[in-house]
Nanobody, 112 residues
Framework: VQLVESGGGLVQAGGSLRLSCAAS????????MGWYRQAPGKQRELVAFISSGGGTTYADSVKGRFTISRDNAKNTVYLQMNSLKPEDTAVYYC???????WGQGTQVTVSS
């Protein structure tokens, strides 16, 4: 199993980024996927989750600003992040369902 995130970077507050997570080594379409983040000195937290059927859930802090989606043909899950805030600064990770498979993370930094 391999998960590779991309799309992070430095952006000003109010800006947007789209993260991607390319999965391989398992049947992507029948697995849920999640995006998590970890800020310095804080615990890793769930940001958004998408089921194999496309149902989604979001952390309250990102509702209305972030959108998780998946493309089963490309074995990829996305996180569209709009109206970014400095408190969104963190390393973002994707995860295969509730399994202990994680990507290497991608840094998102939002300047004020």
């Amino acid at each position: 199993v391999q998960l590779v995130e991309s799309g992070g970077g430095l952006v000003q507050a109010g800006g947007s980024l789209r993260l991607s997570c390319a999965a391989s080594g398992y049947i992507f379409s029948i697995n849920a996927m999640g995006w998590y983040r970890q800020a310095p000195g804080k615990q890793r937290e769930l940001v958004a989750f998408i089921s194999s059927g496309g149902g989604t859930t979001y952390a309250d802090s990102v509702k209305g600003r972030f959108t998780i989606s998946r493309d089963n043909a490309k074995n990829t899950v996305y996180l569209q992040m709009n109206s970014l805030k400095p408190e969104d600064t963190a390393v973002y990770y994707c995860r295969r369902g509730s399994y202990d498979y994680w990507g290497q993370g991608t840094q998102v930094t939002v300047s004020s």
